[in-house]
């Protein structure tokens, strides 16, 4: 399982050529884009082949046999770590259920380039792969992380990054701070962090920012000292809207309308709730 550059072509690994140049098979996601990173470095793979994702099951099979073979077999996806949101997973599965070594040789990744350059000190993060493509689920997924103490870190695609962003203010709040991270180690590299309201606002007026491949990262909600007070009108907010609406949408309603940590508010209700039963 060899990792490949995700845009910048001499981000490859010392390793990663030396099992590209002894390699008896190169199973590709995509084989001319592998074909295109061997010519440019004058490697003759002895076969190419192609393993995606739906012909990933069939093709373990084969790969299993190649193996008892004694022959040497690189996986490759067309960018980054196989198995990270690519295909290899099923293969590797099927590979170590046979008694066969899977060997990991890693090397350029989205999501810790990313993180590296974002600046971010949440102490921890989870590493979500792309968000679901319809905005119900999506909404139902982003809710989740509405005070989360940790990154979350997404991938996008380009012609769904406005609807996303949008989910994620009405979701989060337009004052989530994100990170976007489009076309990583490319001629056109962006990196901007920016409050969840405004990269909307950046993103719909640009439609550069629409195109190329995407890391998006949420940051942790941010901490306020426990000891911190709601406001009066908060509360008496939040007591109204809880008479009449499911608890995580009173609070997100009442963080909106009164700028009240959203947390706070949420806990609030949670204990309101068995008095309104």
């Known amino acids: 399982m060899l990792a490949t550059p995700i845009g910048n072509l001499a981000d490859i690994t010392a390793r990663g050529l030396a099992a590209f140049g002894v390699a008896d098979v190169v199973c590709a996601e995509d084989t001319r884009v592998t074909g295109q990173l061997l010519k440019s470095y004058g490697i003759h793979a002895t076969r190419l082949v192609s393993l ?5 099951r069939s093709m373990a099979e084969q790969v299993i046999n190649w193996l008892r073979e004694d022959q040497i077999v690189v996986q490759v996806s067309d960018a980054g770590t196989p198995a990270v949101s690519d295909p290899g997973a099923r293969l590797a599965q099927a590979v170590r259920a046979a008694g066969l070594r899977v060997c990991p040789i890693p090397g350029p990744s989205a999501v810790i380039a990313a993180l590296s350059a974002s600046g971010l000190t949440a102490p921890s993060f989870l590493f979500h792969g792309f968000l679901p493509p319809k905005s119900g689920e999506r909404r139902r997924t982003l809710a989740q992380w509405s005070a989360a ?17 949008s989910d994620i203010v009405a979701e989060l709040g337009a004052d989530r701070p994100l990170l976007l991270a489009r076309e990583l180690t490319k001629t056109f590299e ?5 409050s969840a309201g405004e990269m909307l606002e950046w993103v719909r007026s640009d439609a550069n920012q629409r195109r190329g491949e995407i890391v998006l990262i949420i940051d942790a909600v941010p901490r306020v000292d426990d000891d911190e007070a709601l406001p009066p009108d908060a509360v008496k907010t939040l007591e109204i809207l809880a008479a009449e609406l ?32």
């Open 52 to 56: 995606r994702e739906h012909n990933e």
């Open 149 to 165: 103490p940790y990154c979350v870190v997404c991938y996008e695609a380009p012609h769904r990054i406005e609807d996303s962003l």
């Open 190 to 194: 962006t990196l901007r962090a920016q």
């Open 246 to 277: 499911p608890t995580r949408q009173a609070a997100q309603l009442a963080a909106r309308i009164t700028g009240a940590n959203k947390k706070k508010l949420y806990d609030l209700a949670l204990s309101l709730k068995p008095e309104r039963e």
